[in-house]
């Protein structure tokens, strides 16, 4: 039995293939502005990639903020229950998730079943999700996928106090004019990120073993800043970003 | 077809009687100068009953916010209060009430002016400031009700202090009116107001029965009464038929949300803006907000009444309400409302306006989820300021929320 999820985020496309119970295969693509071409793009090109015929996929669930515009889906669900689910499967011991991804970023934790018992997510702001991380990197003037290794050889991280972006971002390119070292800016911008999350995970009360997911995971700067402020260590898995595109697909199996 | 009928027995009947009864009242307070009334301004959770037994028309601009939140009015004219310097973190009742009395707006053309105000600090600390602008504006005595909060308990100093201030409550209104209070009217009063917050009672009560005959949104409209109009005939003859609908409902099968699978509680004011939108919502996932935390506020100190010693009871009464005890009392109380309701979930709406409501939300998450372990549900808004509330984000956390609830329901039937 094949199951597919999909998982439409506000900057990439993301697609999962579970085959008897094991992950056959993910993929992920740029959104861009069609949220519904971009399922299918994603879809269709998983399935070229694995060899496997549309008409074999038993069921398809779709998640993200763009699930609605999925139209060959089964089934709709949120992050929250795909993020959870995703990381229970890839993961059965984590207890909890900490998913930052482009617009929202948000705090999961689990049960021993993998099922959510609560879950706590950015309010309407983009302090400490990908879109913050992205805007402060063009402040600095380094590609965002090398802010994260920069930021490790801070020795002095500045305190960047705005929790808004808009500000947070003046504040940077004041530091920039003033010379600041770039790193110690780059280490700034992940604490202040990191400390947003955090509280979201603390607000439920998240306890270890705890998985990163979303694109910012990829991001050793971030997850060192995390887990400096929550003190504890926390896992990054082998395909981060297509967590929940995995859980989406999960959940297909059992509908 | 069936679904048209469907519908149609779904509504309450009484809805329309008490709109009448809420334009006659308006309509009284905004023609009380003509007829050589006073009105007074009061606050939700002041002591109301010597007003009404002294033939003063109470005024409650907390209502009054209500509608104009209701009414889509809360942006135009909270921002009319922001522009005269007033901040954006203040209450949006306060700033819509103040920023309505000098445009002269809002859905009812505003409040009529008031011959004194009476502010119980009960609810809030808000409102103590709010009072004394509005006083300065208008030129008119304020009265000040201090109730201290009870965090563990209700103490004999504190009665004293308050009985103390209802006596001058009193003498207050009777300064100001030039005329005596007939404490046999009061008495009248009292048992009216005693009467009618019973039947409020067993009303909001109904909804224990499964299906729940109406919901919390039912709850927030047919609110108006016991709080404008509590102590008078028309409120306690008004719940006795409302209750009577109820129960009819619950006889033949009625329910509110078709198909009643899922029964949520929820705790703080109302998003009165956006009523109609999280109806639907719950309702599309087959779950019915069956109770609620703050319209039983206005029969949730019912147990320190005593209607034959009415005035002196009143000082208890009104001092240990839902807002002014301890976050383990609050805890308690929803814990018994998850019980006797019997709910699968508690939505908690973390109002932005409204801080004594919204602190200690997250304490009292984290009691209820450990002692019941029932899934609980953080919405972030306002009751009257759409500047706070996102469509999109709600829809995910309360689509969320539901899944969590059917996972749950079903591993513990699995
Ligand atoms: S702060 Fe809360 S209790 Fe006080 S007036 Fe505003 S809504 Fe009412």
Not at chain 1, 93 to 117: C, E, F, M
Not at chain 1, 161 to 173: D, P, Q
Request: contains cysteine; proline residues 4%.
């Amino acid at each position: 039995m094949i199951y597919a999820g999909i998982d439409i985020g506000s900057i990439t496309a993301k697609a999962a293939l579970i085959e008897n119970n094991q992950l056959k295969a993910t993929h992920m693509v740029f959104t861009g502005y069609n949220p519904a071409a971009a399922g299918r793009q994603v879809f269709d090109e998983l399935l070229m990639q694995t060899g496997i015929s549309a008409n074999a996929v038993n069921k398809v669930v779709a998640t993200g903020y763009g699930r609605a515009s999925v139209d060959f889906a089964h089934k709709t669900l949120t992050e929250i229950i795909c993020h959870g689910t995703g990381a229970h499967f890839l993961n059965p011991g984590v207890r909890g998730v900490i998913d930052v991804g482009g617009q929202d970023s948000k705090a999961i934790l689990l049960d021993a079943h993998g099922h959510v018992q609560n879950f706590a997510m950015n309010d309407k702001c983009a302090a400490g999700t990908g879109r913050f991380l992205e805007v402060m990197a063009q402040a600095l003037q380094i590609p965002l996928d090398q802010m994260g290794e920069i930021s490790l050889g801070a020795e002095n991280p500045v305190k960047i106090s705005s929790i808004c972006t808009v500000f947070a971002e003046s504040e940077v390119i004041s530091m920039i004019a003033r010379q600041k070292d770039r790193r110690d800016i780059a280490a700034g911008i992940h604490r202040s990120a990191a400390l947003r999350v955090a509280s979201l995970a603390g607000k439920i009360h998240l306890a270890p073993p705890v998985v990163m997911t979303g694109g910012v995971a990829k991001n050793k700067g971030m997850v060192q800043a995390l887990e400096d402020y929550l003190g504890y260590g926390i896992q990054v898995g082998t395909v981060p970003q297509e967590n929940g595109a995995v859980g989406a697909a999960v959940l297909a199996s059992g509908t | 077809m069936t679904r048209t009928i469907d519908r149609e027995n779904t509504k309450i009947a009484a809805a329309k009687k008490m709109r009448d009864i809420m334009t006659t009242y308006y309509l009284d307070a905004l023609s009380a100068f003509q007829n050589n009334r006073q009105v007074a301004w009061i606050t939700s959770g002041g002591p109301v009953e010597p007003l009404v037994a002294m033939d003063i028309i109470p005024v409650y601009p907390e209502n009054h916010g209500a509608m104009i939140g209701s009414a889509k009015m809360g942006e135009e004219l909270c921002s009319k209060a922001e522009e005269m310097g007033y901040c954006a973190d203040l209450c949006a009742y306060a700033r819509a009430d103040i920023g309505c009395s000098v445009a002269k707006g809002g859905p009812i053309g505003g409040l009529p002016k008031p011959d004194m105000l009476i502010c119980c600090n009960n609810i809030c600390g808000t409102v103590l400031k709010w009072y004394e602008v509005q006083a300065r504006y208008y030129g008119v005595p304020l009265f000040i009700l201090d109730t201290p909060v009870c965090h563990t308990g209700f103490f004999p100093e504190t009665a004293a202090y308050v009985k103390a201030q209802i006596t001058e409550y009193i003498g207050f209104l009777e300064t100001v009116t030039k005329r005596k209070l007939d404490m046999d009217r009061l008495n009248q009063v009292g048992h009216l107001s005693f009467e009618g917050q019973k039947l409020w009672q067993q009303v909001l009560r109904t909804t224990a029965h499964k299906p729940s005959p109406m919901s919390a949104f039912d709850a927030f409209f047919f609110l108006a009464l016991i709080v404008t109009l509590r102590g008078t005939t028309t409120a306690v003859d008004f719940y006795r038929e409302l209750l009577a609908e109820m129960n009819d409902r619950i006889a033949k099968g009625i329910s509110v949300v078709p198909d009643e699978q899922y029964r949520l509680l929820w705790d703080n004011l109302p998003v009165w803006h956006r009523l109609k939108w999280l109806s639907k919502k719950f309702s599309d996932h087959k779950a019915c907000l069956v109770a609620d935390t703050y319209t039983s506020a206005w029969c949730g100190a019912i147990q320190y009444i005593d209607p034959d010693n009415f005035l002196d009871s009143i000082a208890q009464a009104y001092t240990r309400i839902y807002l002014n005890i301890g976050i383990d009392q609050m805890a308690d109380q929803v814990l018994d409302m998850i019980r006797f309701y019997d709910v699968n979930g508690l939505v908690m709406h973390s109002n932005r306006s409204c801080k004594p409501y919204s602190f200690g939300q997250m304490d009292i998450m984290h009691i209820v989820h450990k002692k019941t372990g029932i899934p609980v549900l953080m919405l972030e808004a306002d009751m009257v300021d759409p500047r706070s509330f996102s469509e999109s984000q709600m829809d995910t956390r309360i689509d969320a929320f539901m899944e969590i609830i059917l996972q749950r329901g079903t591993t513990l039937k699995g």
